[in-house]
């Protein structure tokens, strides 16, 4: 039998404990494992688009969608739901070769819906003649959140990466021109041409390409953990691939390049394929 003990406060699941009977789940099987074996403690929303820190014993391996997941010395983990994740989400421990499954609830949200008008007509559809290219960058950007990098900064508190006004938000829905598209994945942040763009937490920059079909100028930072964070639409970039960045420090500018109707930061935020809401992550929501 598996006991659990959870303290919620809103989205947010702050403490799970998992007590087990030797006898029921571990039959004909001589363990010696106390309390503390199977302690598991969560932090974070519990939300599609939301962020998970966990931290275990170090003799815990834990498996989230057939993925084994990356841990500290110290035992933290992270977990991301995506935009559209199901209402519950399993957790697989492995400890002593044996496998115990944890399942929890993840909060459905509702998208508003984003319309825009009067584009030209490549903006809603690229031309043909740039399929390929578009293919390509997208295995690159691919190869990025494919990524799991054996540094930490996921931990960090996350700051803003510009100043300005939100003018697109995760998840909405887009009709442009009358045409249903791919929801937004991140979050707009209008602000003057040139202004400063900074990273949210220390991170290695993975990409920094100044002119990509749908994005312009594109960074792409690594987090750790499976983290990245991409920084689109820039007039200037600042880095280049493998440089370490500290937090706020700055890594290019606001601009209009690409795919854009106007000046604005398009931050976007995964855990491999999993999209995550920008907004969840800052310290100061």
Same mark, same amino acid.
């Given at each position: @039998?598996?006991?659990?003990?959870?303290?919620?406060v809103?989205?947010?699941?702050?403490?799970?404990?998992?007590?087990?009977?030797?006898s029921?789940?571990?039959?004909?099987?001589?363990?010696?494992?106390?309390?503390?074996?199977?302690?598991i403690?969560?932090?974070?929303?519990?939300?599609?688009?939301?962020?998970v820190?966990?931290q275990?014993?170090k003799?815990i391996?834990?498996?989230?969608?057939?993925?084994i997941?990356?841990?500290?010395?110290?035992?933290?983990?992270?977990?991301?739901?995506?935009?559209?994740h &199901?209402?519950?989400?399993?957790?697989?421990?492995?400890?002593?070769?044996?496998?115990?499954?944890?399942?929890?609830?993840?909060?459905?949200?509702?998208?508003?819906?984003?319309?825009?008008?009067?584009?030209?007509?490549? @903006?809603?559809?690229?031309?043909?003649?740039?399929?390929?290219?578009?293919?390509?960058?997208?295995?690159?950007?691919?190869?990025?959140?494919?990524?799991?990098?054996?540094?930490?900064?996921?931990?960090?508190?996350?700051?803003?990466p510009?100043?300005?006004?939100?003018?697109?938000v995760?998840?909405s829905?887009?009709?442009?021109?009358?045409? &249903?598209?791919r &929801?937004?994945?991140?979050?707009?942040?209008?602000?003057?041409?040139?202004?400063?763009?900074v990273?949210?937490t220390?991170?290695?920059?993975r990409?920094a390409?100044k002119?990509l079909?749908?994005?312009?100028?594109?960074i792409m930072?690594d987090?750790?953990?499976?983290?990245?964070s991409?920084?689109s639409?820039?007039?200037s970039i600042?880095?280049?691939?493998?440089?370490?960045?500290?937090?706020?420090?700055k890594?290019g500018?606001?601009?209009s390049?690409?795919r854009?109707?106007?000046?604005?930061?398009?931050?976007?935020?995964?855990?491999?394929?999993?999209?995550?809401? &920008?907004?969840?992550l800052?310290?100061?929501?």
């Open positions: @039998m598996i006991r659990n003990l959870i303290k919620i809103g989205c947010k699941i702050i403490f799970i404990f998992l007590t087990l009977n030797f029921t789940c571990f039959a004909k099987e001589n363990l010696s494992l106390n309390h503390h074996d199977l302690m403690n969560l932090e974070g929303d519990f939300i599609q688009g939301g962020l820190k966990g275990t014993n003799n391996t834990i498996k989230f969608k057939d993925k997941l990356r841990k500290t010395s110290n035992g933290e983990f992270v977990i991301g739901f995506g935009r559209d &199901p209402a519950n989400a399993y957790l697989t421990l492995e400890i002593n070769n044996k496998l115990i499954t944890k399942s929890f609830k993840i909060k459905k949200r509702i998208y508003k819906t984003q319309k825009i008008n009067g584009l030209r007509k490549k @903006m809603v559809t690229p031309p043909k003649s740039f399929y390929e290219r578009i293919i390509r960058e997208n295995k690159s950007i691919k190869e990025v959140r494919n990524l799991n990098s054996n540094v930490d900064f996921v931990f960090q508190k996350f700051s803003w510009t100043k300005g006004v939100i003018s697109g995760f998840g829905q887009r009709i442009l021109n009358g045409k &249903p598209k &929801p937004h994945y991140g979050i707009d942040i209008a602000a003057k041409k040139g202004a400063a763009v990273a949210p220390e991170s290695i920059v990409m390409e002119d079909y749908y994005t312009g100028g594109t930072l987090h750790g953990h499976g983290l990245t991409v920084y639409h820039l007039s600042n880095v280049k691939v493998g440089d370490k960045i500290l937090k706020n420090q890594i500018e606001v601009g390049t690409g854009s109707t106007g000046p604005h930061l398009d931050w976007r935020v995964n855990w491999f394929d999993q999209r995550l809401d &920008p907004l969840l800052l310290e100061n929501k």
